[in-house]
């Protein structure tokens, strides 16, 4: 796990909460914001995720 993982996991769980924030409340714009929070939560996640697999494959050589 590097920095994108956590800092995928980090804007993943903002965005959850903005969401349902906004939804309870009404707020069409949270909701929407906490969406995007967890999408980009998701590529920082898969950057993470690619780094991870290009690190093992050069420490194989």
Known sequence: ??????KGASE????KIKEVVGHVTGDRKLENEG?????KGSV???VGDVK????KTFQQR
């Open 1 to 6: 796990m590097n920095n994108e993982h956590v």
């Open 52 to 55: 991870d697999a290009a690190k």
């Open 12 to 15: 993943k769980g903002e965005g």
């Open 44 to 46: 920082h996640s898969a």
């Open 35 to 39: 969406k995007v929070d967890q999408v």
